[in-house]
Each structure stands twice: as structure tokens, then as C-alpha cells.
């Protein structure tokens, strides 16, 4: 069946999937091996009321799984990788509004990846999250330690 | 003993007293559901139950490690606020996430930070989350918070 479908919506039907995903209310415009990331606002993604923030955990996993999701458009992977490590840079406060990003495989190899992710909201120069991380391709057959 | 210690050992009894509050005004903390345990000078303690909707691998049925950042960036910022000598609201400049091994489906994780050094501006912090004990850990962090000038004691669940 995979065979039929495009990178893009193995993605999508896998995010469907995804509790954490749904939990989130996350979504991804697809076009190809592009993608952004999109997390409409919710009251429960607030992290602090009296400032109305958006919670660095959910930033942070938000911005996760952007990454992960850009790195399975562009490998070839059958199933998602996992994450060594993560970085995140909280850079200006998440505001009660939509957060966008966008992630960038920086490096593909056979067995791991490195990428970066950013998320904004009303500019894209003005940048609420940075995540730098390492990724295991989880390739089949191979053991997983 | 003076009176800023003092005023630390105060807040930290408050927080011990408030600790289902500390969570339930944060709206995330509460979606994904995790409490806090244990409030020590500097340390926090608290656990994030297994819950289904937070799982991101299907297959395992393993939580994602979106939950594991949400609980140990809350508990650090949480073992800041209980380090301060004086009342101040802190917020995250970056969280490093080293995952060490996956999490068991259906079991508890338990979250555990400190802040373990304190400059005028900056807090620096370590986390662990495991299932049973810090031997056989699941994830450790690594954080830097600001700390910013005075706000509300509200804004850290603690009633004035």
C-alpha cells in the first residue's frame, strides 16, 4: 500500500495516529519535502496565566515532533526516528496566538541525523523556539539500542 | 539564621502545602497530568502518570518525549524558584534533553531536579526522569533559566 502513496501522506497518515499529536492539536502543510508545522492556539497550551504564555513544554514538543516529521519527509525510513537529544532555545515568550515552524535536516546519515527546528508567530524573524537535535533512523531489521 | 533564609524556608514550606496547586494553574500541566511529589531546598520531585494520549510511538505504546521536557522544564524552573533566596519568576533560556533509554508503556515516570547554581541573572539546573531510581535512567536535562525582576507570587501558585 505504502507503495502508492507519497512520502508526504505516509506522513500524514502516521500523524493521524499519533496521540500526542492529536493532544497538541498539531498539523502539517505538506508540500512535497516541505513542510510547515502549525499549532492553532488552545487555552491548555498555556503555561503561565497571569502572562497568558504558551507552556515551554509544549513548545518544546511541539518543535520535537516538527522535527521528526521533516526528517521522516526527507529519509526513507518506514518508521519514525527517535531522539538521541535535544536542544531547545526558548528566545522570546509564546504568546496566546498560533505557533508556526519550520525544520531543516542538517545532516542525513545512514544511522542518525542531525536537525533544526524554529517556531515563530506573527514574524518569522522573530523566532519564540529554537530545537537543535540528534535522531536514530529507525531502519528495520536493525537492532534498536 | 537571616531573615532572606528565612523567607526561602517559608517559600519552600509553601510550596510543600501547595504542591497539587503548583500544577493545576498551569494549564499544560494539567493536560498532561503530572504532580508534584517533593519540595526540598533546590530540589523538586514529581511524576508524570503513563496516559494514553500522550503516547507518541503507537507501536510501543510509549510516551512521548514531549511529556519528559513538559516535567522536567516545569519541575526545574519549580527547584529554581525553590533555591532563590529571594521571590522571583524565572523563565527557561534552554533545555538540553539527552534520552538514554525509552520509557516502559504504562509505567509512572518519575521527574526529579535541581538547581545547583545561582547567579544574579542566571539559574542552572540538572533533571533526571526514571522509572525507579536515577541507576537506570530514562532521559537527564540540562537547563539555564532567567531570572526575572519581582512579579506576583500568584504566577507561581503560591497565594500571596
Same mark, same amino acid.
Given at each position: 500500500m505504502s507503495e502508492t502513496l507519497t512520502r508526504g501522506q505516509q506522513l500524514e497518515s502516521f500523524?493521524?495516529?499519533?496521540?500526542?499529536?492529536?493532544?497538541?492539536?498539531?498539523?502539517?502543510?505538506?508540500k512535497g519535502d516541505d513542510m510547515t508545522a502549525v499549532?492553532?492556539?488552545?487555552?491548555? @497550551?498555556?503555561?503561565?496565566?497571569?502572562? =497568558?504564555?504558551?507552556?515551554?513544554?509544549?513548545?518544546?514538543?511541539? @518543535?520535537e515532533m516538527t522535527a521528526m516529521a521533516q526528517l521522516f519527509l526527507v529519509s526513507d525510513v518506514e518508521r519514525p526516528a527517535r531522539t538521541i537529544n535535544i536542544t531547545v532555545d526558548y528566545l522570546r515568550q509564546g504568546r496566546a496566538e498560533d505557533l508556526f515552524?519550520? !525544520?531543516?535536516?542538517? =545532516?542525513?546519515?545512514?544511522?542518525? !541525523?542531525?536537525?533544526? !527546528?524554529?517556531a515563530w508567530?506573527? !514574524?518569522?524573524?522573530?523566532?519564540?523556539?529554537?530545537?537543535?537535535?540528534?535522531? @536514530?533512523?529507525n531502519r528495520s531489521g536493525e537492532p534498536q539500542s | 539564621?537571616?531573615?532572606?533564609?528565612?523567607?526561602?524556608?517559608?517559600?519552600?514550606?509553601?510550596?510543600?502545602q501547595h504542591m497539587d496547586g503548583m500544577t493545576q494553574i498551569v494549564p499544560w500541566a494539567r493536560e498532561t497530568g503530572f504532580k508534584v511529589t517533593r519540595v526540598e531546598r533546590g530540589q523538586v520531585w514529581g511524576v508524570q502518570p503513563f496516559a494514553e494520549h500522550l503516547v507518541g510511538d503507537v507501536d510501543a505504546q510509549v510516551i512521548h518525549g514531549g511529556a519528559i521536557t513538559t516535567l522536567l522544564d516545569n519541575l526545574s524552573g519549580m527547584a529554581c524558584a525553590a533555591s532563590l533566596?529571594?521571590?522571583?519568576?524565572?523563565?527557561?533560556?534552554?533545555?538540553?534533553?539527552?534520552?538514554?533509554?525509552?520509557?516502559? /508503556?504504562?509505567?509512572?515516570?518519575?521527574?526529579?531536579?535541581?538547581?545547583?547554581?545561582?547567579?544574579? /541573572?542566571?539559574?542552572?539546573?540538572?533533571?533526571?526522569?526514571?522509572?525507579?531510581?536515577?541507576?537506570?535512567?530514562?532521559?537527564?536535562?540540562?537547563?539555564?533559566?532567567?531570572?526575572?525582576?519581582?512579579r506576583p507570587k500568584a504566577s507561581l501558585g503560591v497565594p500571596e
Open positions: 500523524l493521524e495516529r499519533v496521540p500526542i499529536v492529536q493532544t497538541l492539536g498539531m498539523r502539517c502543510d505538506i499549532l492553532p492556539f488552545q487555552d491548555k @497550551l498555556i503555561g503561565n496565566f497571569t502572562i =497568558k504564555a504558551l507552556h515551554g513544554g509544549a513548545i518544546g514538543t511541539f @518543535l515552524a519550520r !525544520a531543516r535536516v542538517i =545532516k542525513l546519515g545512514r544511522r542518525m !541525523a542531525s536537525v533544526t !527546528a524554529e508567530q506573527s !514574524a518569522r524573524d522573530k523566532p519564540v523556539a529554537a530545537l537543535h537535535g540528534h535522531f @536514530l533512523l | 539564621m537571616d531573615e532572606s533564609i528565612a523567607s526561602l524556608d517559608k517559600r519552600i514550606e509553601l510550596m510543600r533566596e529571594e521571590f522571583r519568576f524565572v523563565a527557561t533560556l534552554d533545555l538540553r534533553i539527552d534520552y538514554m533509554r525509552p520509557a516502559d /508503556s504504562g509505567r509512572d515516570i518519575i521527574g526529579e531536579a535541581e538547581c545547583y547554581h545561582v547567579t544574579k /541573572s542566571v539559574a542552572f539546573t540538572r533533571a533526571w526522569a526514571y522509572h525507579e531510581s536515577r541507576d537506570k535512567v530514562i532521559a537527564t536535562a540540562q537547563g539555564a533559566f532567567a531570572i526575572n525582576k519581582p
